[in-house]
Every structure is written in C-alpha cells, then in structure tokens.
C-alpha cells in the first residue's frame, strides 16, 4: 500500500542507466516518490545536505567512495535516513558490513522493480516510525524539563535516574548529587512505610498510578510537605518499567492550615490560595496523563515495528530450512549428513524461538487475529500428538490422546491457532517429564444446536512447579528458575502466547501443579458446528462389534488410549499388561470357547516382547487363528516382511490414530472372511498400504493452459495416486465437468479464451448441466498476494496455492480439502527413465540440478519438459508479437506470463525476468515498452535453445 505523502528518495549508482532505471520504475509504480540521483559519494552528499530524504538506494562498489562510506557520512548528517545496499555481486563480507552499518536492505542485481518498491516502502515506514519515536520523546523531555512542578524519573530499585530543575529547587541539591541517589533518602523517616506501601502495589501491578501527601527533608533538613502523583510507565529507550513522581510543594499550605487555628480572620484568603494551587494541581495531572498516553503509542509503534522486522528475519531462515532440506535429499557421506542435519534442527529451533518472538509482537501490537474455518477436530488433534510422539518415545515416556466419543469432529475455528497451544503443552509436559506418562484428555463440556464447548487437558508426571512460581507462570519471558531455563531451553513465551490465544477463544488457561509429582494445563474453547457436515470417510460393510478383541501394551496410558478408540469403533475388549498375561488371556478364552479374534501387540511388551509372543501365538495350534496387529513407534527396515513370515495381518506406527486403526480392524476381518485358507495374507496391511488406497479412487481435473505447468503437475499429482485429466482453459473444464464426475479441480487463473475466475463463477452458477457445482477448486496462481487470494475465493474457489509450488505442499492442500490423513505417502516413483550419472554440460541460461531436484531426478520427464519447452515457447512469443502488432495489451499480458511461468520450471531466470517486464508493461498498457523488448526476448530464447539443443541429443 502506498503511502499518501511525498517519499523522497536517493538513488546512487555509478552507472546512470541504473539510477535512471530505478527512478522510471519507482514512479511508475507510485507517483509520489521524488526520485534524486548521484553518480558518486561526494555529489550524493550534497543532496544528503540539502534534502531532507527518507530512503538512500545506494551501489555498494563505486570508484572514490564507495557505499558503505557513503552510508558512514549520510547518517551523522541524517541519522534516521534509512539505506538500501544495491550490488552485481553476492558478497557476504559485504551484506553483513552494510547491515552492521544501519542498511535496512541488501538486494542483488539484476533488480526486480517490485522487490524494491516493497523494500523502499518498507524502510520508508522504519524511518517515519523513527521520527515520530524522536518527536514523541522531544514533547516528553520538553514537558518534563518546563513543568511548574517538581518531577523525576526512579527505576524500582528507587534509583534517580532523571530530574527536572523544579525538582532539584524543592529539595535543594544540585542535578548530580541527586542521581547519586534513591527516592527513599530524601523521604522523611516517619512517611517511608506509608510511601513503600503504595509503591509495592506498582511494582506488583496491582496498580498504574497514587496520589499521596508525603514530607521529603530539603537539604537544611527543614521538612517539605508535598503532593505526590507517582505513575507506573515504560522508559522509550529501555523498554523498563520505571516511576514517574510529581511532586506538588505543599509546605505553604500546611503552615497555613497551622495558622488558621490561630488567625481564623485569614481563613478566606488561605482557601482562596489553596484552591488555585488545587487548579494548577489538576492541570499538571491532567497534562502528565496526556504525556503517559503518548508514551503508550509510541510503545506500540515500536511493537509493529518489531512484527515487521520479525517478518524480515524469518524469510531468509526459511531459505536456509528449505536449502538444508533439499541438499540433505543429495548423496552425502555420513558426516556430511550429520552436519546438515544439525543445521537442520537448529535452523528449526530458531525459526521457532523467531515465530514466538513474532507472535508475542502481534500480541504487544494487538495484531493477533483468529481464522475461522471448516476443520476435524480429531484430526487436527491427532496430528499434533504425532509431532511430539517421537521426542516422547525417546524418553521411554507414555504418550496418549483420549478424545470423548461424544464430540461433533465437524467444527469451525482456527485449527492453526489451537495445534499451536497444543504443540506447546503437550511439548512442555515432554519436556519436564523425565519417566511416566503425558496425557491429552478431550470431552464435551457442553452443546448445543449451533456450538460445542470442548475440554482440553494435558496431564503429566513431570517435575511439577512450586505453587510459589504458578502466578507468573503465563507472564511473557517467565521461567520456572534459572536452572530449569539452562537445561530445557525456550524464550518463555510459548504460554504467554498460548493463553493470548486461548483468550481470543474466550477461553482462559488454567494450572494445577505439585512438585516431583506432575502439572495439568486445561481450557474450555467453544467451536461452532458445521452447517454442512462432512461425509464419513468410513462406511462399515462388515459389522466388526462381535470381535473380541485383546490389547497387549505395557503402558497404561496407551492401553487406555486403544480401549477407548475401540469403545468408539464399538468392539468388545480385553488388556494385557505383559506378553506371559497375555498368553494366558488367550489360552483361557479359547478353552471357554470365547476365543480372541484379534490381539493388538505392542513390539516392546514387557515378559515376552512383540516377536516372540507372535511367534508362540502362530506356534500354538490352540491359539494360532488368532489374528494379529503389531504396533510400534519407530519401525526398521526390514521389519514389514519379517511380520508378514511370522504371520502378523497388520503393521501400524503409534500414536495409531482413530480412522486408521478402524480402517485396518476392518480391513483385517474382511481379508479373513473373504479368504477360506488359514494361510498368512499375501501383503501385510500398513499405513501406507490404507493411505494409497484412498487416493486411487480420486479423479481430479487439472486446468492449465502451458503445455508444460500440465505435464509437470501431471506427472506428481500420479505420482500421488490420483487419477488426472487436463483441459487447456475454462471452457474445456466446463465441458468435461459436464461430462464427468470428479472429486476436485485446480485451476490456473490466467488462460486464454476463459480466465479461472471467469470458469469458477460459471461453474458455481451451475449452468450447462455441470455435474457438481459445489466440487472444490484450488486456484493455481503466480501471484501470492492478500488481495489475489481475495478474488479467487470471492469468485467461489475453495482454496488457492501459489505457483511454482512443492509437490509436498500442493500434496498437503488436496488433502486437507478431500479429508485424507496428512501422513500418507506419495508412491514411490518409477525408476524408469532414471539415471544416476549421466554426461553433465554446463548451463548458462538455465539451471539443470534444481529442475532435476524438483522432479526427483526423472530423467525421462527432464526430456519432455525440454521438449515441451521448445515446442511452445517460439509459438508463444509469435502471440506475442502478433498482440502488439493489433495493439491487444490484455494478450501481451496473458501469453508474456504463461512464457514467465515455463520459463521458471526449467529455472531459465534472463528470460524468465524479461517475460515478467512484458507482462508488466501489458498490464500497464504500454504496447511500446512491451515491443521495446522482443528482441531481448528472442535472443534470450536462441541463447537458451542452443544449449537445450544440446541436452536434448544426450537423451
């Protein structure tokens, strides 16, 4: 968003084309920038001088001075000019000089106009927050220093710390002999308590502000009987509390009030002089409280300003998470792999210490807003316990969710917002829990028609908090003691956050902890149902609640956990503390002729372990119908056929999640009832095993007008397991939605003859006998902005993903909206085509290793692309030039981004980049400047099809 007032702006750059180039893109993006340029540090400081500027774009290599020295001399005549450090070269040594320095930015040449728009509009915003900042505190100084009565600022140890001549003058020392000092010294003796009394409510919060009359000893020790109005406030520059004391000298009227005991004929003119000083009191209040607000919106600018730069330092972590992922998916030695992998946990561990940092600024800035949307509350719930399984699992620590049968899945909230407070009490009681067991209990509250009030707790075992510690237990940056902040780690902010969010909720949270024995966290959140309710994923074809069924576990919480997804499943149950117990459950069962239908076996059963105890049951003639599920937390390699010998109809991980487990308990019966062998089933059933299966049923229409965003997306939406047809533009998607039943369509926006807009509203409509009319559709779309996302959902789109996209993420949103279980897995990919060395030709214009990375390194599909590539590209650039030729900036537009778009999966960045100025050019209307770049276009494409010419004859 553009700023209403003039921006002025220094560009300097020992090249003119550059500065002129910065300054034509500026003010074609935004009129109000006031653009001045310099070829060199001393010119530039002229203008520096002379112009009062917000934002200085400087060239950090430049003959005589060069930009860091340039930025050195630029701050001591404007220290709150804000730099942006421009350069051709990525150097290092040089983006960090240039950030020690004060730059705001570092950004690489070539420029995109619009990455520096938005970083000029952001430093423009850092500097105005300065200046505002500095004229808050002059108003402040100015008051303070000029008020008409004594004023001074102590920390809370009681330490001056500032004064006012008024203040110095009332108790007669100079300005350093009181900042020697502590309030309480100049207090007279028999008002100290009285005074402290007062003063501890601030420091406790309980309160903000006292009037109090108080006797201070002047320095010839005669008393000075004062007025005090003391406040509670922020220092701006050190973000401390500190006390801000007003002092009234009131000695006049207390000799007064003495005097009119024995001269009640002066008793008019002393009241007349006491209410004026009670006139001057209540204005001095009045203009302090004025100056205590300006602080406080000052103290928030600053918060905002901490959200953005929050924002800033997230980006580039997510680069290094993201580059360590990808290069630990390279072939690396063992050593290799345990360096990347440190870089791995700790560039997670800091974007999580940055996302508090930013979420507790948004809290501060009150900028923290909830979502509101359909989610399963099983589900969301489920996979958050999945993400601490692990660590607790290492500990030798019971992890268990019990979720209350009662509660309606189907709701609407922030799923985002409550996994956040779960992840964080949940990783707590891991945290502190050193043996025994974590809980997570859910119920039903309360209902009615519209909404549902849910209770959450989360109970553990762990080392328990001092009742002393509790009430500041959910204060921001609060830990337990300094011993416990030095082995757990964490910001402390992780509850103050949650219960910021739990309150949004209209919730509170709560604590109940005993030391050595363990702590329980809940809340009560209520959630609105959803109107439309989704579909049960599971239809039982076989009816399962005769199965008896026996639970083999070690851990009483998991134990309970299982009984209680059964008791929801509807299956009759038995438990087993140990393999020898249940051996004999099984034994005792079959000679009452009630035999066990299926054991589920925990693989560390304590007595006989997982193995064995399979092995005796398949060994037993007595026993060895029995069916069989091993669970386990983390599996080996070669653990799945070694079962499927043993006998075993079903592997599954833990914590096993509800849907799951129903569908393998019925998946495991129906094998049994439709084979008439007694024989071990040809394939164990697993997770992965389910997962795939329902994906295989799904169809989905894919609508792209590039021939090879098609094949790309194609190829890893089959690689997922779905079934895919395409269509080239909206109208084909219509006609095919006419014809077909499909369960979901990701639709691109820019196309030619119907844009997805136009197709989304059309469908929605249902008009031209569209099957589905409801059927849910991602918007594919290169643009990322709030806005973007606002005109695909109000055309009627469910959701949209910005291109180019990771198979993972577009994996992630189809799921989400179809209802699958997040772990499911993509389907290992063919080998054919691939190749693990082949002949490598250096790439100029195109990057080879990050299209093969992103394609899972599918020789074959490399091929294509390529030859996708070249067959539409010099097609489109003939659009191209046919639409300036009949003055059509919209087609310019249109076919400049599709070649922007294939330009980018092959990672071809020149022609890329030059596409991306066409298409802005088009949709600013400027067939010129559109046709002023073809031949840059066209000899950009010759360059690159050379060498993909090349590659191509290697295939």
């Given amino acids: 968003m553009s700023p209403s007032k003039t921006i002025k702006v220094l560009v300097v750059d020992d090249e003119i084309r550059i500065c002129h180039f910065i300054q034509n893109g500026l003010q074609m993006i935004n009129p109000r920038y006031k653009i001045f340029h310099a070829v060199n540090g001393l010119d530039a400081l002229e203008i520096v001088k002379n112009e009062m500027l917000d934002v200085i774009i400087v060239d950090i290599r430049m003959p005589g001075m060069d930009g860091i020295e340039l930025m050195k001399h630029a701050c001591k005549i404007q220290n709150d000019v804000q730099s942006i450090v421009i350069t051709g070269k990525a150097d290092l040594e040089n983006a960090i000089a240039a950030l020690h320095q004060g730059a705001s930015s570092y950004i690489q040449k070539p420029l995109d106009i619009d990455e520096l728009n938005i970083a000029v509009l952001k430093s423009w915003e850092k500097c105005d927050i300065l200046r505002q900042l500095k004229e808050s505190e002059a108003r402040f100084r100015n008051t303070f220093l000029h008020a008409g009565i004594g004023m001074a600022l102590y920390d809370p140890r009681g330490k001056l710390i500032q004064l006012n001549p008024m203040f110095c003058k009332l108790l007669g020392y100079s300005n350093d002999q009181l900042l020697k000092t502590s309030i309480i010294d100049h207090i007279y003796p028999g008002d100290i308590i009285k005074y402290k009394d007062l003063e501890k409510e601030l420091i406790q919060n309980k309160k903000d502000h006292f009037h109090v009359d108080i006797r201070f000893a002047h320095q010839t020790r005669k008393i000075v009987w004062t007025t005090a109005s003391v406040t509670s406030m922020s220092d701006l520059n050190k973000y401390q509390k500190v006390f801000n004391i007003q002092l009234l000298d009131m000695t006049e009227r207390k000799i007064a009030e003495d005097e009119i005991q024995h001269l009640n004929a002066k008793l008019k003119d002393k009241v007349n002089h006491l209410e004026n000083i009670n006139y001057q009191l209540d204005n001095a209040v009045d203009f302090a409280n004025k100056t205590a607000i300006d602080a406080e919106i000052a103290n928030k600018s600053k918060g905002r300003f901490l959200a953005n730069m929050s924002h800033d330092i997230r980006t580039p972590m997510n680069g290094v998470i993201g580059m360590t992922h990808l290069l630990m998916n390279t072939d690396l030695s063992d050593e290799q792999r345990e360096y990347a992998n440190m870089i791995r946990i700790s560039g997670n561990s800091l974007l999580s210490l940055i996302n508090d940092i930013l979420d507790f600024s948004k809290i501060e800035a009150d900028q923290l807003f909830l979502d509101n949307q359909n989610f399963n509350l099983t589900m969301t719930v489920e996979d958050t316990v999945d993400i601490v399984a692990l660590e607790a699992y290492e500990k030798g620590i019971s992890l268990a969710c019990l979720i209350d049968s009662k509660i309606p899945s189907d709701l609407k909230g922030d799923p985002g917002r409550l996994r956040q407070v779960l992840i964080n009490l949940l990783g707590n009681a891991v945290k502190f829990t050193e043996k025994g067991e974590v809980i997570l209990n859910i119920r039903l509250e309360s209902e009615t028609a519209d909404t549902a009030k849910i209770y959450f707790e989360v109970k553990d075992t762990g080392i328990g908090i001092p009742e002393s510690k509790i009430q500041n237990l959910f204060k921001p940056f609060s830990q337990i003691d300094n011993k416990s902040s030095q082995k757990y780690g964490g910001t402390g902010l992780g509850l103050a956050i949650s219960r910021r969010i739990v309150q949004l909720m209209s919730g509170s949270i709560k604590v109940k902890s005993l030391k050595d024995v363990g702590s329980s966290f809940y809340f009560s959140v209520e959630f609105k149902k959803q109107t439309q309710k989704i579909k049960p994923k599971i239809i039982d074809a076989l009816d399962i609640s005769n199965k008896k069924i026996l639970i083999a576990d070690s851990q009483p919480a998991y134990r309970t956990m299982l009984t209680s997804l059964l008791d929801n499943i509807g299956c009759q149950h038995l438990e087993a503390s140990d393999g020898q117990n249940a051996l004999s459950i099984l034994h005792d069962s079959a000679k009452n002729n009630e035999p066990v239908d299926l054991i589920i076996i925990d693989m560390h059963l304590s007595k006989i372990d997982g193995i064995k105890l399979g092995k005796a049951i398949k060994s037993d003639p007595a026993i060895q119908k029995t069916q069989m599920v091993m669970m386990t937390f983390v599996g080996q390699r070669g653990d799945v056929s070694m079962l499927q010998k043993i006998g075993f109809a079903a592997y599954l991980t833990k914590p096993v999640k509800h849907d799951l487990l ?294």
């Fill in 662 to 955: 129903h569908k393998t308990l019925l998946k495991v019966f129906g094998s049994q009832e439709e084979s008439s062998s007694e024989e071990a089933p040809e394939s164990i059933i697993t997770k992965f095993s389910i997962t795939e299966e329902q994906s295989s049923g799904n169809r989905i229409l894919l609508v792209e007008d590039s021939e090879m965003n098609k094949k790309l997306a194609s190829v890893f939406l089959k690689k997922m397991g779905y079934m895919v047809d395409t269509a080239s533009n909206g109208e084909e998607a219509i006609v095919m939605l006419s014809k077909n039943t499909y369960d979901l369509v990701l639709m691109d926006i820019q196309m030619p003859v119907m844009d997805g807009l136009e197709a989304t509203k059309f469908i929605r409509a249902g008009e031209k006998d569209i099957k589905n009319s409801k059927i849910p559709i991602i918007a594919l779309t290169a643009n990322a902005m709030t806005q973007d996302r606002k005109r695909c959902l109000a055309a009627g789109m469910t959701d949209y993903i910005a291109k180019p996209f990771k198979p993972e993420d577009l994996k992630l949103k189809i799921e989400q909206i179809l209802g699958k279980e997040k772990s499911s897995k993509t389907k290992s990919s063919s080998s054919k085509g691939r190749s693990k060395s082949r002949s490598s030709i250096p790439c100029r214009y195109y990057d080879k290793k990050a299209i093969l990375n992103r394609i899972d390194n599918d020789h074959d599909l490399f091929r294509q692309l390529i030859e996708l590539f070249v067959k539409e590209v010099p097609r489109q650039i003939n659009q191209i030039k046919q639409a300036i030729k009949n003055n059509n900036a919209d087609n310019v537009t249109l076919y400049a981004h599709t070649i922007k778009g294939s330009a980018y999966n092959i990672r071809a960045m020149e022609l890329k980049q030059i596409a991306f100025d066409i298409e802005q050019a088009g949709k600013a209307k400027n067939i010129n400047l559109a046709a002023s770049k073809i031949n840059a276009l066209e000899n950009t494409y010759e360059n690159l099809y050379s060498e993909l010419r090349r590659v191509i004859k290697q295939f």
